[in-house]
């Protein structure tokens, strides 16, 4: 599986030239920040063909069962595919500095260790033993409601979403959507646009916002818009573990 999806050195070395000032500034400004081209055609392919591998996964959510919109999504099994399993290790430290700012600024005493494996532990180690890393599928007519992947008591406050398919290509529409409630003001929408093999990195709850009087919390959800056409499938890097 390492061939097929990739060589963890070739993730690393493309996350370590990303532009993180840029991303460390979008994400203070606006809750979300672009990560382009992170994966490659052929990864993004590989990862897609692991949806059919049932054995991969340890649920299987049918949205509009529950309400939460129309499509389905799969949560991945522990252990993790390769490059999955990286993309949590290799990401998790560049976010860890910028997570902790954050609760120093909203006043939050939880703080993460740098590295994602003593964090996993931290959640294990409180009930939280599920693998939250998830393959999203999308069909014509489908959408996911605004929400928040929360799953528990330890949460880290940023998490990954990777488009695996190609807008304008395999579907149209599907548009990744963030909403941003502040306190007595009307919301916030935002349209994250995003092509094949690209990572928004985004907040998952709450993020701090300047205010007169110091830094308050202003509150998240995101979503996908209504897919018009074809099949949109999407890999979300989610950093702690579920109940």
């Not at 990195?201 to 818009?225: E, M």
């Amino acid at each position: 599986m390492r061939a097929t999806l990739g060589s963890q050195e070739a993730i690393a070395e493309r996350i370590s030239g990303a532009d993180w000032h840029g991303i460390a500034h979008d994400l203070d400004s606006y809750g979300n920040a672009l990560l382009t081209q992170l994966l490659t055609p052929a990864e993004c392919q590989a990862l897609i063909a692991l949806y059919a591998c049932k054995d991969l996964f340890r649920s299987r959510v049918v949205m509009e069962r529950h309400g939460f919109g129309r499509g389905e999504y799969q949560y991945f099994s522990y252990p993790l595919p390769d490059l999955i399993g990286d993309l949590r290790q290799l990401l998790y430290p560049r976010l860890a500095p910028l997570a902790n700012r954050w609760h120093a600024s909203m006043h939050i005493d939880t703080r993460f260790p740098q590295q994602h494996a003593d964090f996993i532990a931290r959640c294990h180690g409180a009930g939280q033993l599920r693998p939250t890393p998830l393959m999203l599928q999308y069909g014509a007519g489908d959408y996911n409601c605004l929400h928040q992947d929360l799953y528990g008591e330890h949460v880290f406050p940023l998490q990954v979403a990777i488009l695996l398919s190609q807008p304008g290509q395999d579907f149209s529409g599907g548009e990744f959507v963030m909403t941003e409630q502040r306190p007595r003001m009307q919301s916030r929408a935002e349209v994250v646009p995003l092509t094949r093999g690209d990572a928004v990195i985004f907040a998952v709850h709450n993020r701090p916002l300047q205010g007169q009087r110091g830094a308050y919390r202003v509150n998240l959800r995101h979503g996908v818009s209504r897919i018009r056409s074809g099949t949109r499938h999407t890999l979300g890097v989610i950093f702690h573990d579920a109940q």
